[in-house]
């Protein structure tokens, strides 16, 4: 069971979910401020506006100096001629196990923020799911999905 | 059939029609609309949206064209946009003839030709004859076993007995009674009612014939009418459920073939799926609310064709089967699924999980809506019931696995037991939240081909060390019975029952 190599994913990768959890975390504020526009800051409500930015501050630094780190760390995929194996989640750990022999495509994909740390995503579709690792270096990342579809032909089955 | 072909010119007034039935709500809010605005004649309204419709179905079907070569069925379609579909002999999963009422009148049929994904959803036939339909179908029937040699040899046998079946079995009167009076169609069709009063009613509450019916009513008469209402509602919705899945289900016949089968169905809209039996994905076997107590349930097929409108693959295999048949019926049409297998149930200590789950948010909300609406205390009542909820979905709960078959037994509201061969599992994973980590437990997921998204069999809250024998055992070519593995832990053997679980 354990002679699977696991592969970490590229440590890169935790500048470009702190770079994007800063901005998608901001929507969050939204929150107080909605809270403060609709019930106004009176006595009471000033204190309920304020534990609740508050919270949302503590959540959006959190996710900036703690959740990427973590993300990164429980990151783990392994990739050998009969399947591919996913590890990954924090609070919600998931092992996933997916035959080649089921794999439809590969995908690499690159946003604006990845490619600016030359890093890439691979997504693998199965006809029913589909999985990505988020982040790898381009050069991996490419080495990767090779990897995938040369065993996948090898393993040629219908759906 | 080398030639590219038109349908038959019926397609534009059924392609008209299917525009009708797309934008129902959207027209029917645009007729009462239209009814209302003085400058803009009625009739003008009804005309032009006919008139439209007939000239769209019309070129849809000037602009749709279809042949076969080479094992290919290839379709262009597209007003505007032109779209070239080639379909592959060897990609398809499921062929699927309907013919409604309208075809009927003409004798006519309509083609799905349903490769894996929604992407062949375009590539329906909407009216051609039956021996066209036949023989497109004939043409693009799976190879069998891949023999080229052998099965040109056998071609010309073959086309003298494809129509043979080795055994058909048909669903009896009392059973499709049954079947259309507990059908579960019945929340749905009370989900629909209310979508169509709410959109109607302000448009009727404005009418003077309302104004009269409340003024009929005594006032005090509000809670009796209020239930009147409700039994009303009720009502309407069942016989509504009873009578869709009696036409749906009428005439049904299982016809088991030597590579394939096949299911035909309906009353006024006649329905023809073949599956081959490679393309089967998983078979499930459902025991609704109701029915269960009744001792029936209901089969279900998984196929990767897109199946409904709403993208799932499953389809009824059998509408209706008493629970003691369920095994000799299996045995006669997929013999491979029919087996016991070992398997193993959730720990006693995450009962309290399943509990937790189910009743919570019931709790809650009746909890609030108790203290804000002061409602009466018969209202817990049904946190009690979320509550057996639970423990029955907790009981219900296993995994079990034998050689190439995995069964998943779990519940929502209806019982399924699903079989699943190994090598239709798209995937496998185990998922472990905070707080079950902190018990030891784990859930297992798996994913089959079905439809556009596939669909996930699971169990909850299971030993996390029996959810690591299942990945494992998933790994492997055949997988070793669960007996058969190490029996040192006392606490498993408890917990080992046999599955399906059916005299």
Redesign the interface.
């Known amino acids: ?1 354990e002679q699977q190599s696991f592969h970490k994913i590229t440590p890169r990768v935790i500048k470009v979910w702190q770079w994007s959890n800063s901005i998608s975390y901001l929507f969050y504020f939204g929150i107080p401020i909605g809270y403060a526009a609709i019930f106004g800051l009176d006595q009471f409500h000033i204190w309920v506006a304020l534990s609740l930015t508050l919270l949302v501050l503590i959540g959006w630094v959190l996710s900036i100096v703690w959740l990427p780190y973590k993300i990164w760390e429980n990151w783990r995929y392994a990739i050998n001629d ?2 591919i194996e996913l590890k990954h ?1 924090v ?9 080649l ?2 794999v439809q495509h590969v995908d690499t994909r690159q946003g604006p923020l990845l490619r600016w740390y030359s890093l890439s995503q691979v997504t693998i579709s ?4 589909t ?1 990505e690792i988020p982040g790898l270096d381009i050069v991996i990342a490419n080495r990767v999905r090779r990897q995938i579809s040369t065993y996948a032909r090898l393993a040629e ?3 | 059939m080398s030639d590219f072909q038109r349908q038959h010119p019926v397609a534009a007034i059924s392609r008209a029609l299917g525009l009708i039935r797309g934008n129902f709500i959207t027209i029917l809010v645009f007729l009462f609309v239209g009814a209302r605005s003085e400058n803009f004649p009625f009739l003008w309204w009804i005309g032009g949206g006919a008139g439209f419709l007939l000239i769209a179905g019309f070129a849809n079907w000037w602009r749709f064209l279809y042949k076969v070569e080479d094992d290919t069925l290839h379709i262009k379609s597209g007003i505007f946009v032109r779209k070239d579909i080639y379909l592959t002999k ?1 990609r398809i ?1 499921v062929i699927d003839v309907t013919s409604g009422v309208l075809q009927r009148l003409f004798g006519l049929v309509r083609l799905d030709i349903q490769t ?2 929604s992407s062949s959803r375009q590539a329906a036939i909407d009216a051609i004859t039956i021996e066209d339909a036949r023989d497109i179908s004939y043409l693009l029937r799976p190879d069998k076993n891949g023999s080229s040699a052998e099965g040109d040899l056998k071609d010309s046998a073959e086309s003298d007995s494809e129509e043979e079946s080795i055994k058909s079995i048909k669903l009896p009167l009392k059973e499709l009674l049954i079947a259309a009076s507990t059908s579960g169609s019945f929340g749905i069709a009370l989900s629909l009612i209310a979508t169509v009063f709410s959109q109607v009613e302000p448009l009727i509450g404005q009418s003077e014939m309302y104004e009269y019916l409340i003024g009929l009513i005594p006032s005090d008469a509000d809670f009796i009418l209020i239930l009147a209402m409700i039994g009303a509602f009720v009502l309407f919705a069942w016989l509504i459920s009873f009578f869709s899945t009696l036409f749906k289900y009428g005439n049904f016949q299982l016809e088991v073939k030597e590579d394939e089968i096949v299911v035909s169905r309906g009353i006024f809209e006649k329905k023809r799926i073949t599956i081959p039996y ?2 089967i ?1 998983a078979i499930h076997v459902a025991e609704g609310m109701i029915r269960q107590p009744l001792g029936y349930a209901s089969l279900h097929l998984e196929s ?1 064709g897109y199946g409904d409108e709403k993208g799932s693959g499953s389809f009824v295999l059998f509408p209706l089967i008493g629970k003691g048949n369920i095994q000799s019926l299996l045995q006669e049409i997929l013999p491979d699924y029919n087996r016991g297998v070992e398997g193993i149930t959730p720990p006693v200590r995450s009962l309290r999980r399943y509990i937790f789950r189910s009743s919570v948010l019931v709790t809650l909300i009746t909890g609030i809506l108790f203290w804000v609406l002061s409602l009466n205390v018969w209202i817990w009542l049904l946190p009690l019931v979320s509550v057996f909820w639970g423990w029955i979905r907790f009981k219900d709960a296993a995994a079990g696995w034998d050689g190439d078959l995995f069964v998943i037994r779990s519940r929502f509201l209806s019982k399924s037991t699903a079989y699943i061969k190994k ?1 239709r ?10 707080f079950q ?1 902190y018990r030891g437990l784990c859930s297992i997921k798996m ?4 439809g556009d ?4 069999f699971g169990v909850s809250d299971l030993e996390l060390d029996d959810g ?1 024998r299942a ?2 055992e ?2 492997k070519e055949t997988a070793v019975k669960i007996s058969d593995m190490d029996k040192s832990e006392i606490e498993l053997k408890n917990r080992l029952i046999h599955l399906p679980g059916w005299v």
Do not use: C
Not at chain 1, 91 to 99: D, E, N, S, V
Not at chain 2, 425 to 431: M, N
């Open positions: 069971m009969k399947e989640g609070f919600f750990k998931t092992q996933t196990l997916i035959p022999s089921r199965t006809a029913a799911t999985h089955d219908d759906v | 060897d999963q894996a994904g490679n393309r994905q990767a090598k599992i798209q995937d496998f994973s185990l998922h472990q939240s905070f980590r994913y089959v081909a079905s998204q596939g669909k996930s690591y990945l494992d998933a790994r």
